[in-house]
């Protein structure tokens, strides 16, 4: 089966534009190539650049139109904090910043797509990596019938260096060079640093590689408390302030990078098949992943927490692997919905040298007893109830050893 795209047949092309080194090179690339009309299209999920100057630069590297999505609130209340609710971490690790915001840039592209009556939609993502399966799931989501190109699996700059030589020869500015190789995605939640000398998981990263977070040595040698409020799962307070959810990740990502939390160096297993190395900075999800939790440590009964860790896993995994669009992802969603009825209270957290430590909890759904946990005398408990519990308990393992020692 040919994966190829007929050249003749494409006019006009909607490319997944960030920017960056990829996407910079691909719109000259597109008309060398494709002799087409490209359509440059960005989805704003937080990553703080200057949109004026990205649609300026995508003109003026000869794309026809620049459309700018602002979906950075609709990807913090319908991406972010279902993840969090879930409590869903990728390999214990990964936050999952990239993987969350592919489908919503997805869903975009489309839009713009078919509002364009663009022939094909075009990425930069890699044939190693997981976003070119993210951009294509989500495309076949909403546009089943769309073609797709992605140009790392047919053009001849089978490196970074020949795409930096490749944008240096049509004069199109590029945010890295040759001193500076490192592959980079950045949202409201998270960036992600890979490549160049992180490639040999043996390195530590450089001084100067974080672009959010300040190395532990480096942060305050005062630890600092915050109390977050939670509705349901859902973050709405910070320090008795009511924030919305822009002006509460913007918040916590800038406290939390002072003290140099949320920094994550890990070698994962990628979809395709390999394992690959990135260094993570979440400064803001770090400090809401561990409150959230702190919070279900008392709301939720013990039976809803274990089999809720069994579901985060496989949400974790799904999300990974882009498939945010299948029922059974809306299935998941319901079930964690139903376990966040009662994940309402408060939280204080400190934070210092790199470290989230809950330093309290309390909530009018807690299900903690102070009188029935204390090791004092109380009540409610009768200690010798447990004998005939562990009696019953413990049945099974004495039928086994009576049958056991008639058989010897």
Partial sequence: MSYKVDKNSIKKVALA??????????????????????????????????????????????????????????????????????????????????????????????????KENCDAICHGCTGKGNDQVRFELGIKAFAPQMKIIAPWREWELTSRDKEIDYAEAHGIPIPVTKKDPYSRDCNIWHISHEGADLENPWNQHKQGLLQFCAEPEQAPDQPEFLVLDFEQGIPVKLNGEALGPIEMLTKLNAIGAKHGVGVDDMVENRLVGMKSRGIYENPGGTILYAAHKALESITLDRDTAHYKEQIALKYAEMVYYGQ????????????????????????????????????????????????????????????????????????PLTMLALRNAKLK
């Fill in 324 to 395: 945010c669009f299948l029922p059974l992802k809306k299935a998941l969603d319901a079930f964690v919905d139903v376990t966040q009825e009662h994940v309402s209270g408060t939280v204080k957290v400190k934070l210092y040298k790199g470290s989230v430590f809950p330093a309290g909890v309390q909530s009018e759904h807690s299900l903690y007893d102070e009188e029935l946990a204390t090791f004092g005398e109380d009540e409610i408990y009768d200690q010798s109830d447990s004998a005939g519990f562990i009696n019953l308990f413990g049945l």
């Fill in 17 to 114: 534009y960030s920017g960056g080194l990829d996407t910079s090179v691909i719109i000259p690339w597109l008309k060398d190539n494709y002799h087409c009309e490209v359509i440059a299209i960005c989805g704003d999920v937080g990553q703080n650049d200057d949109m004026a100057a990205l649609e300026k630069k995508a003109l003026a590297s000869g794309a026809s139109k620049c459309y700018i999505g602002d979906l950075t609130e609709e990807f913090i209340t319908d991406y972010i904090y279902p993840t969090l609710k879930a409590g869903a971490v990728y390999e214990g690790k990964y936050l999952l910043g990239t993987a969350m915001a592919r489908p919503l840039i997805a869903r975009y592209l489309v839009e713009i797509a078919l």
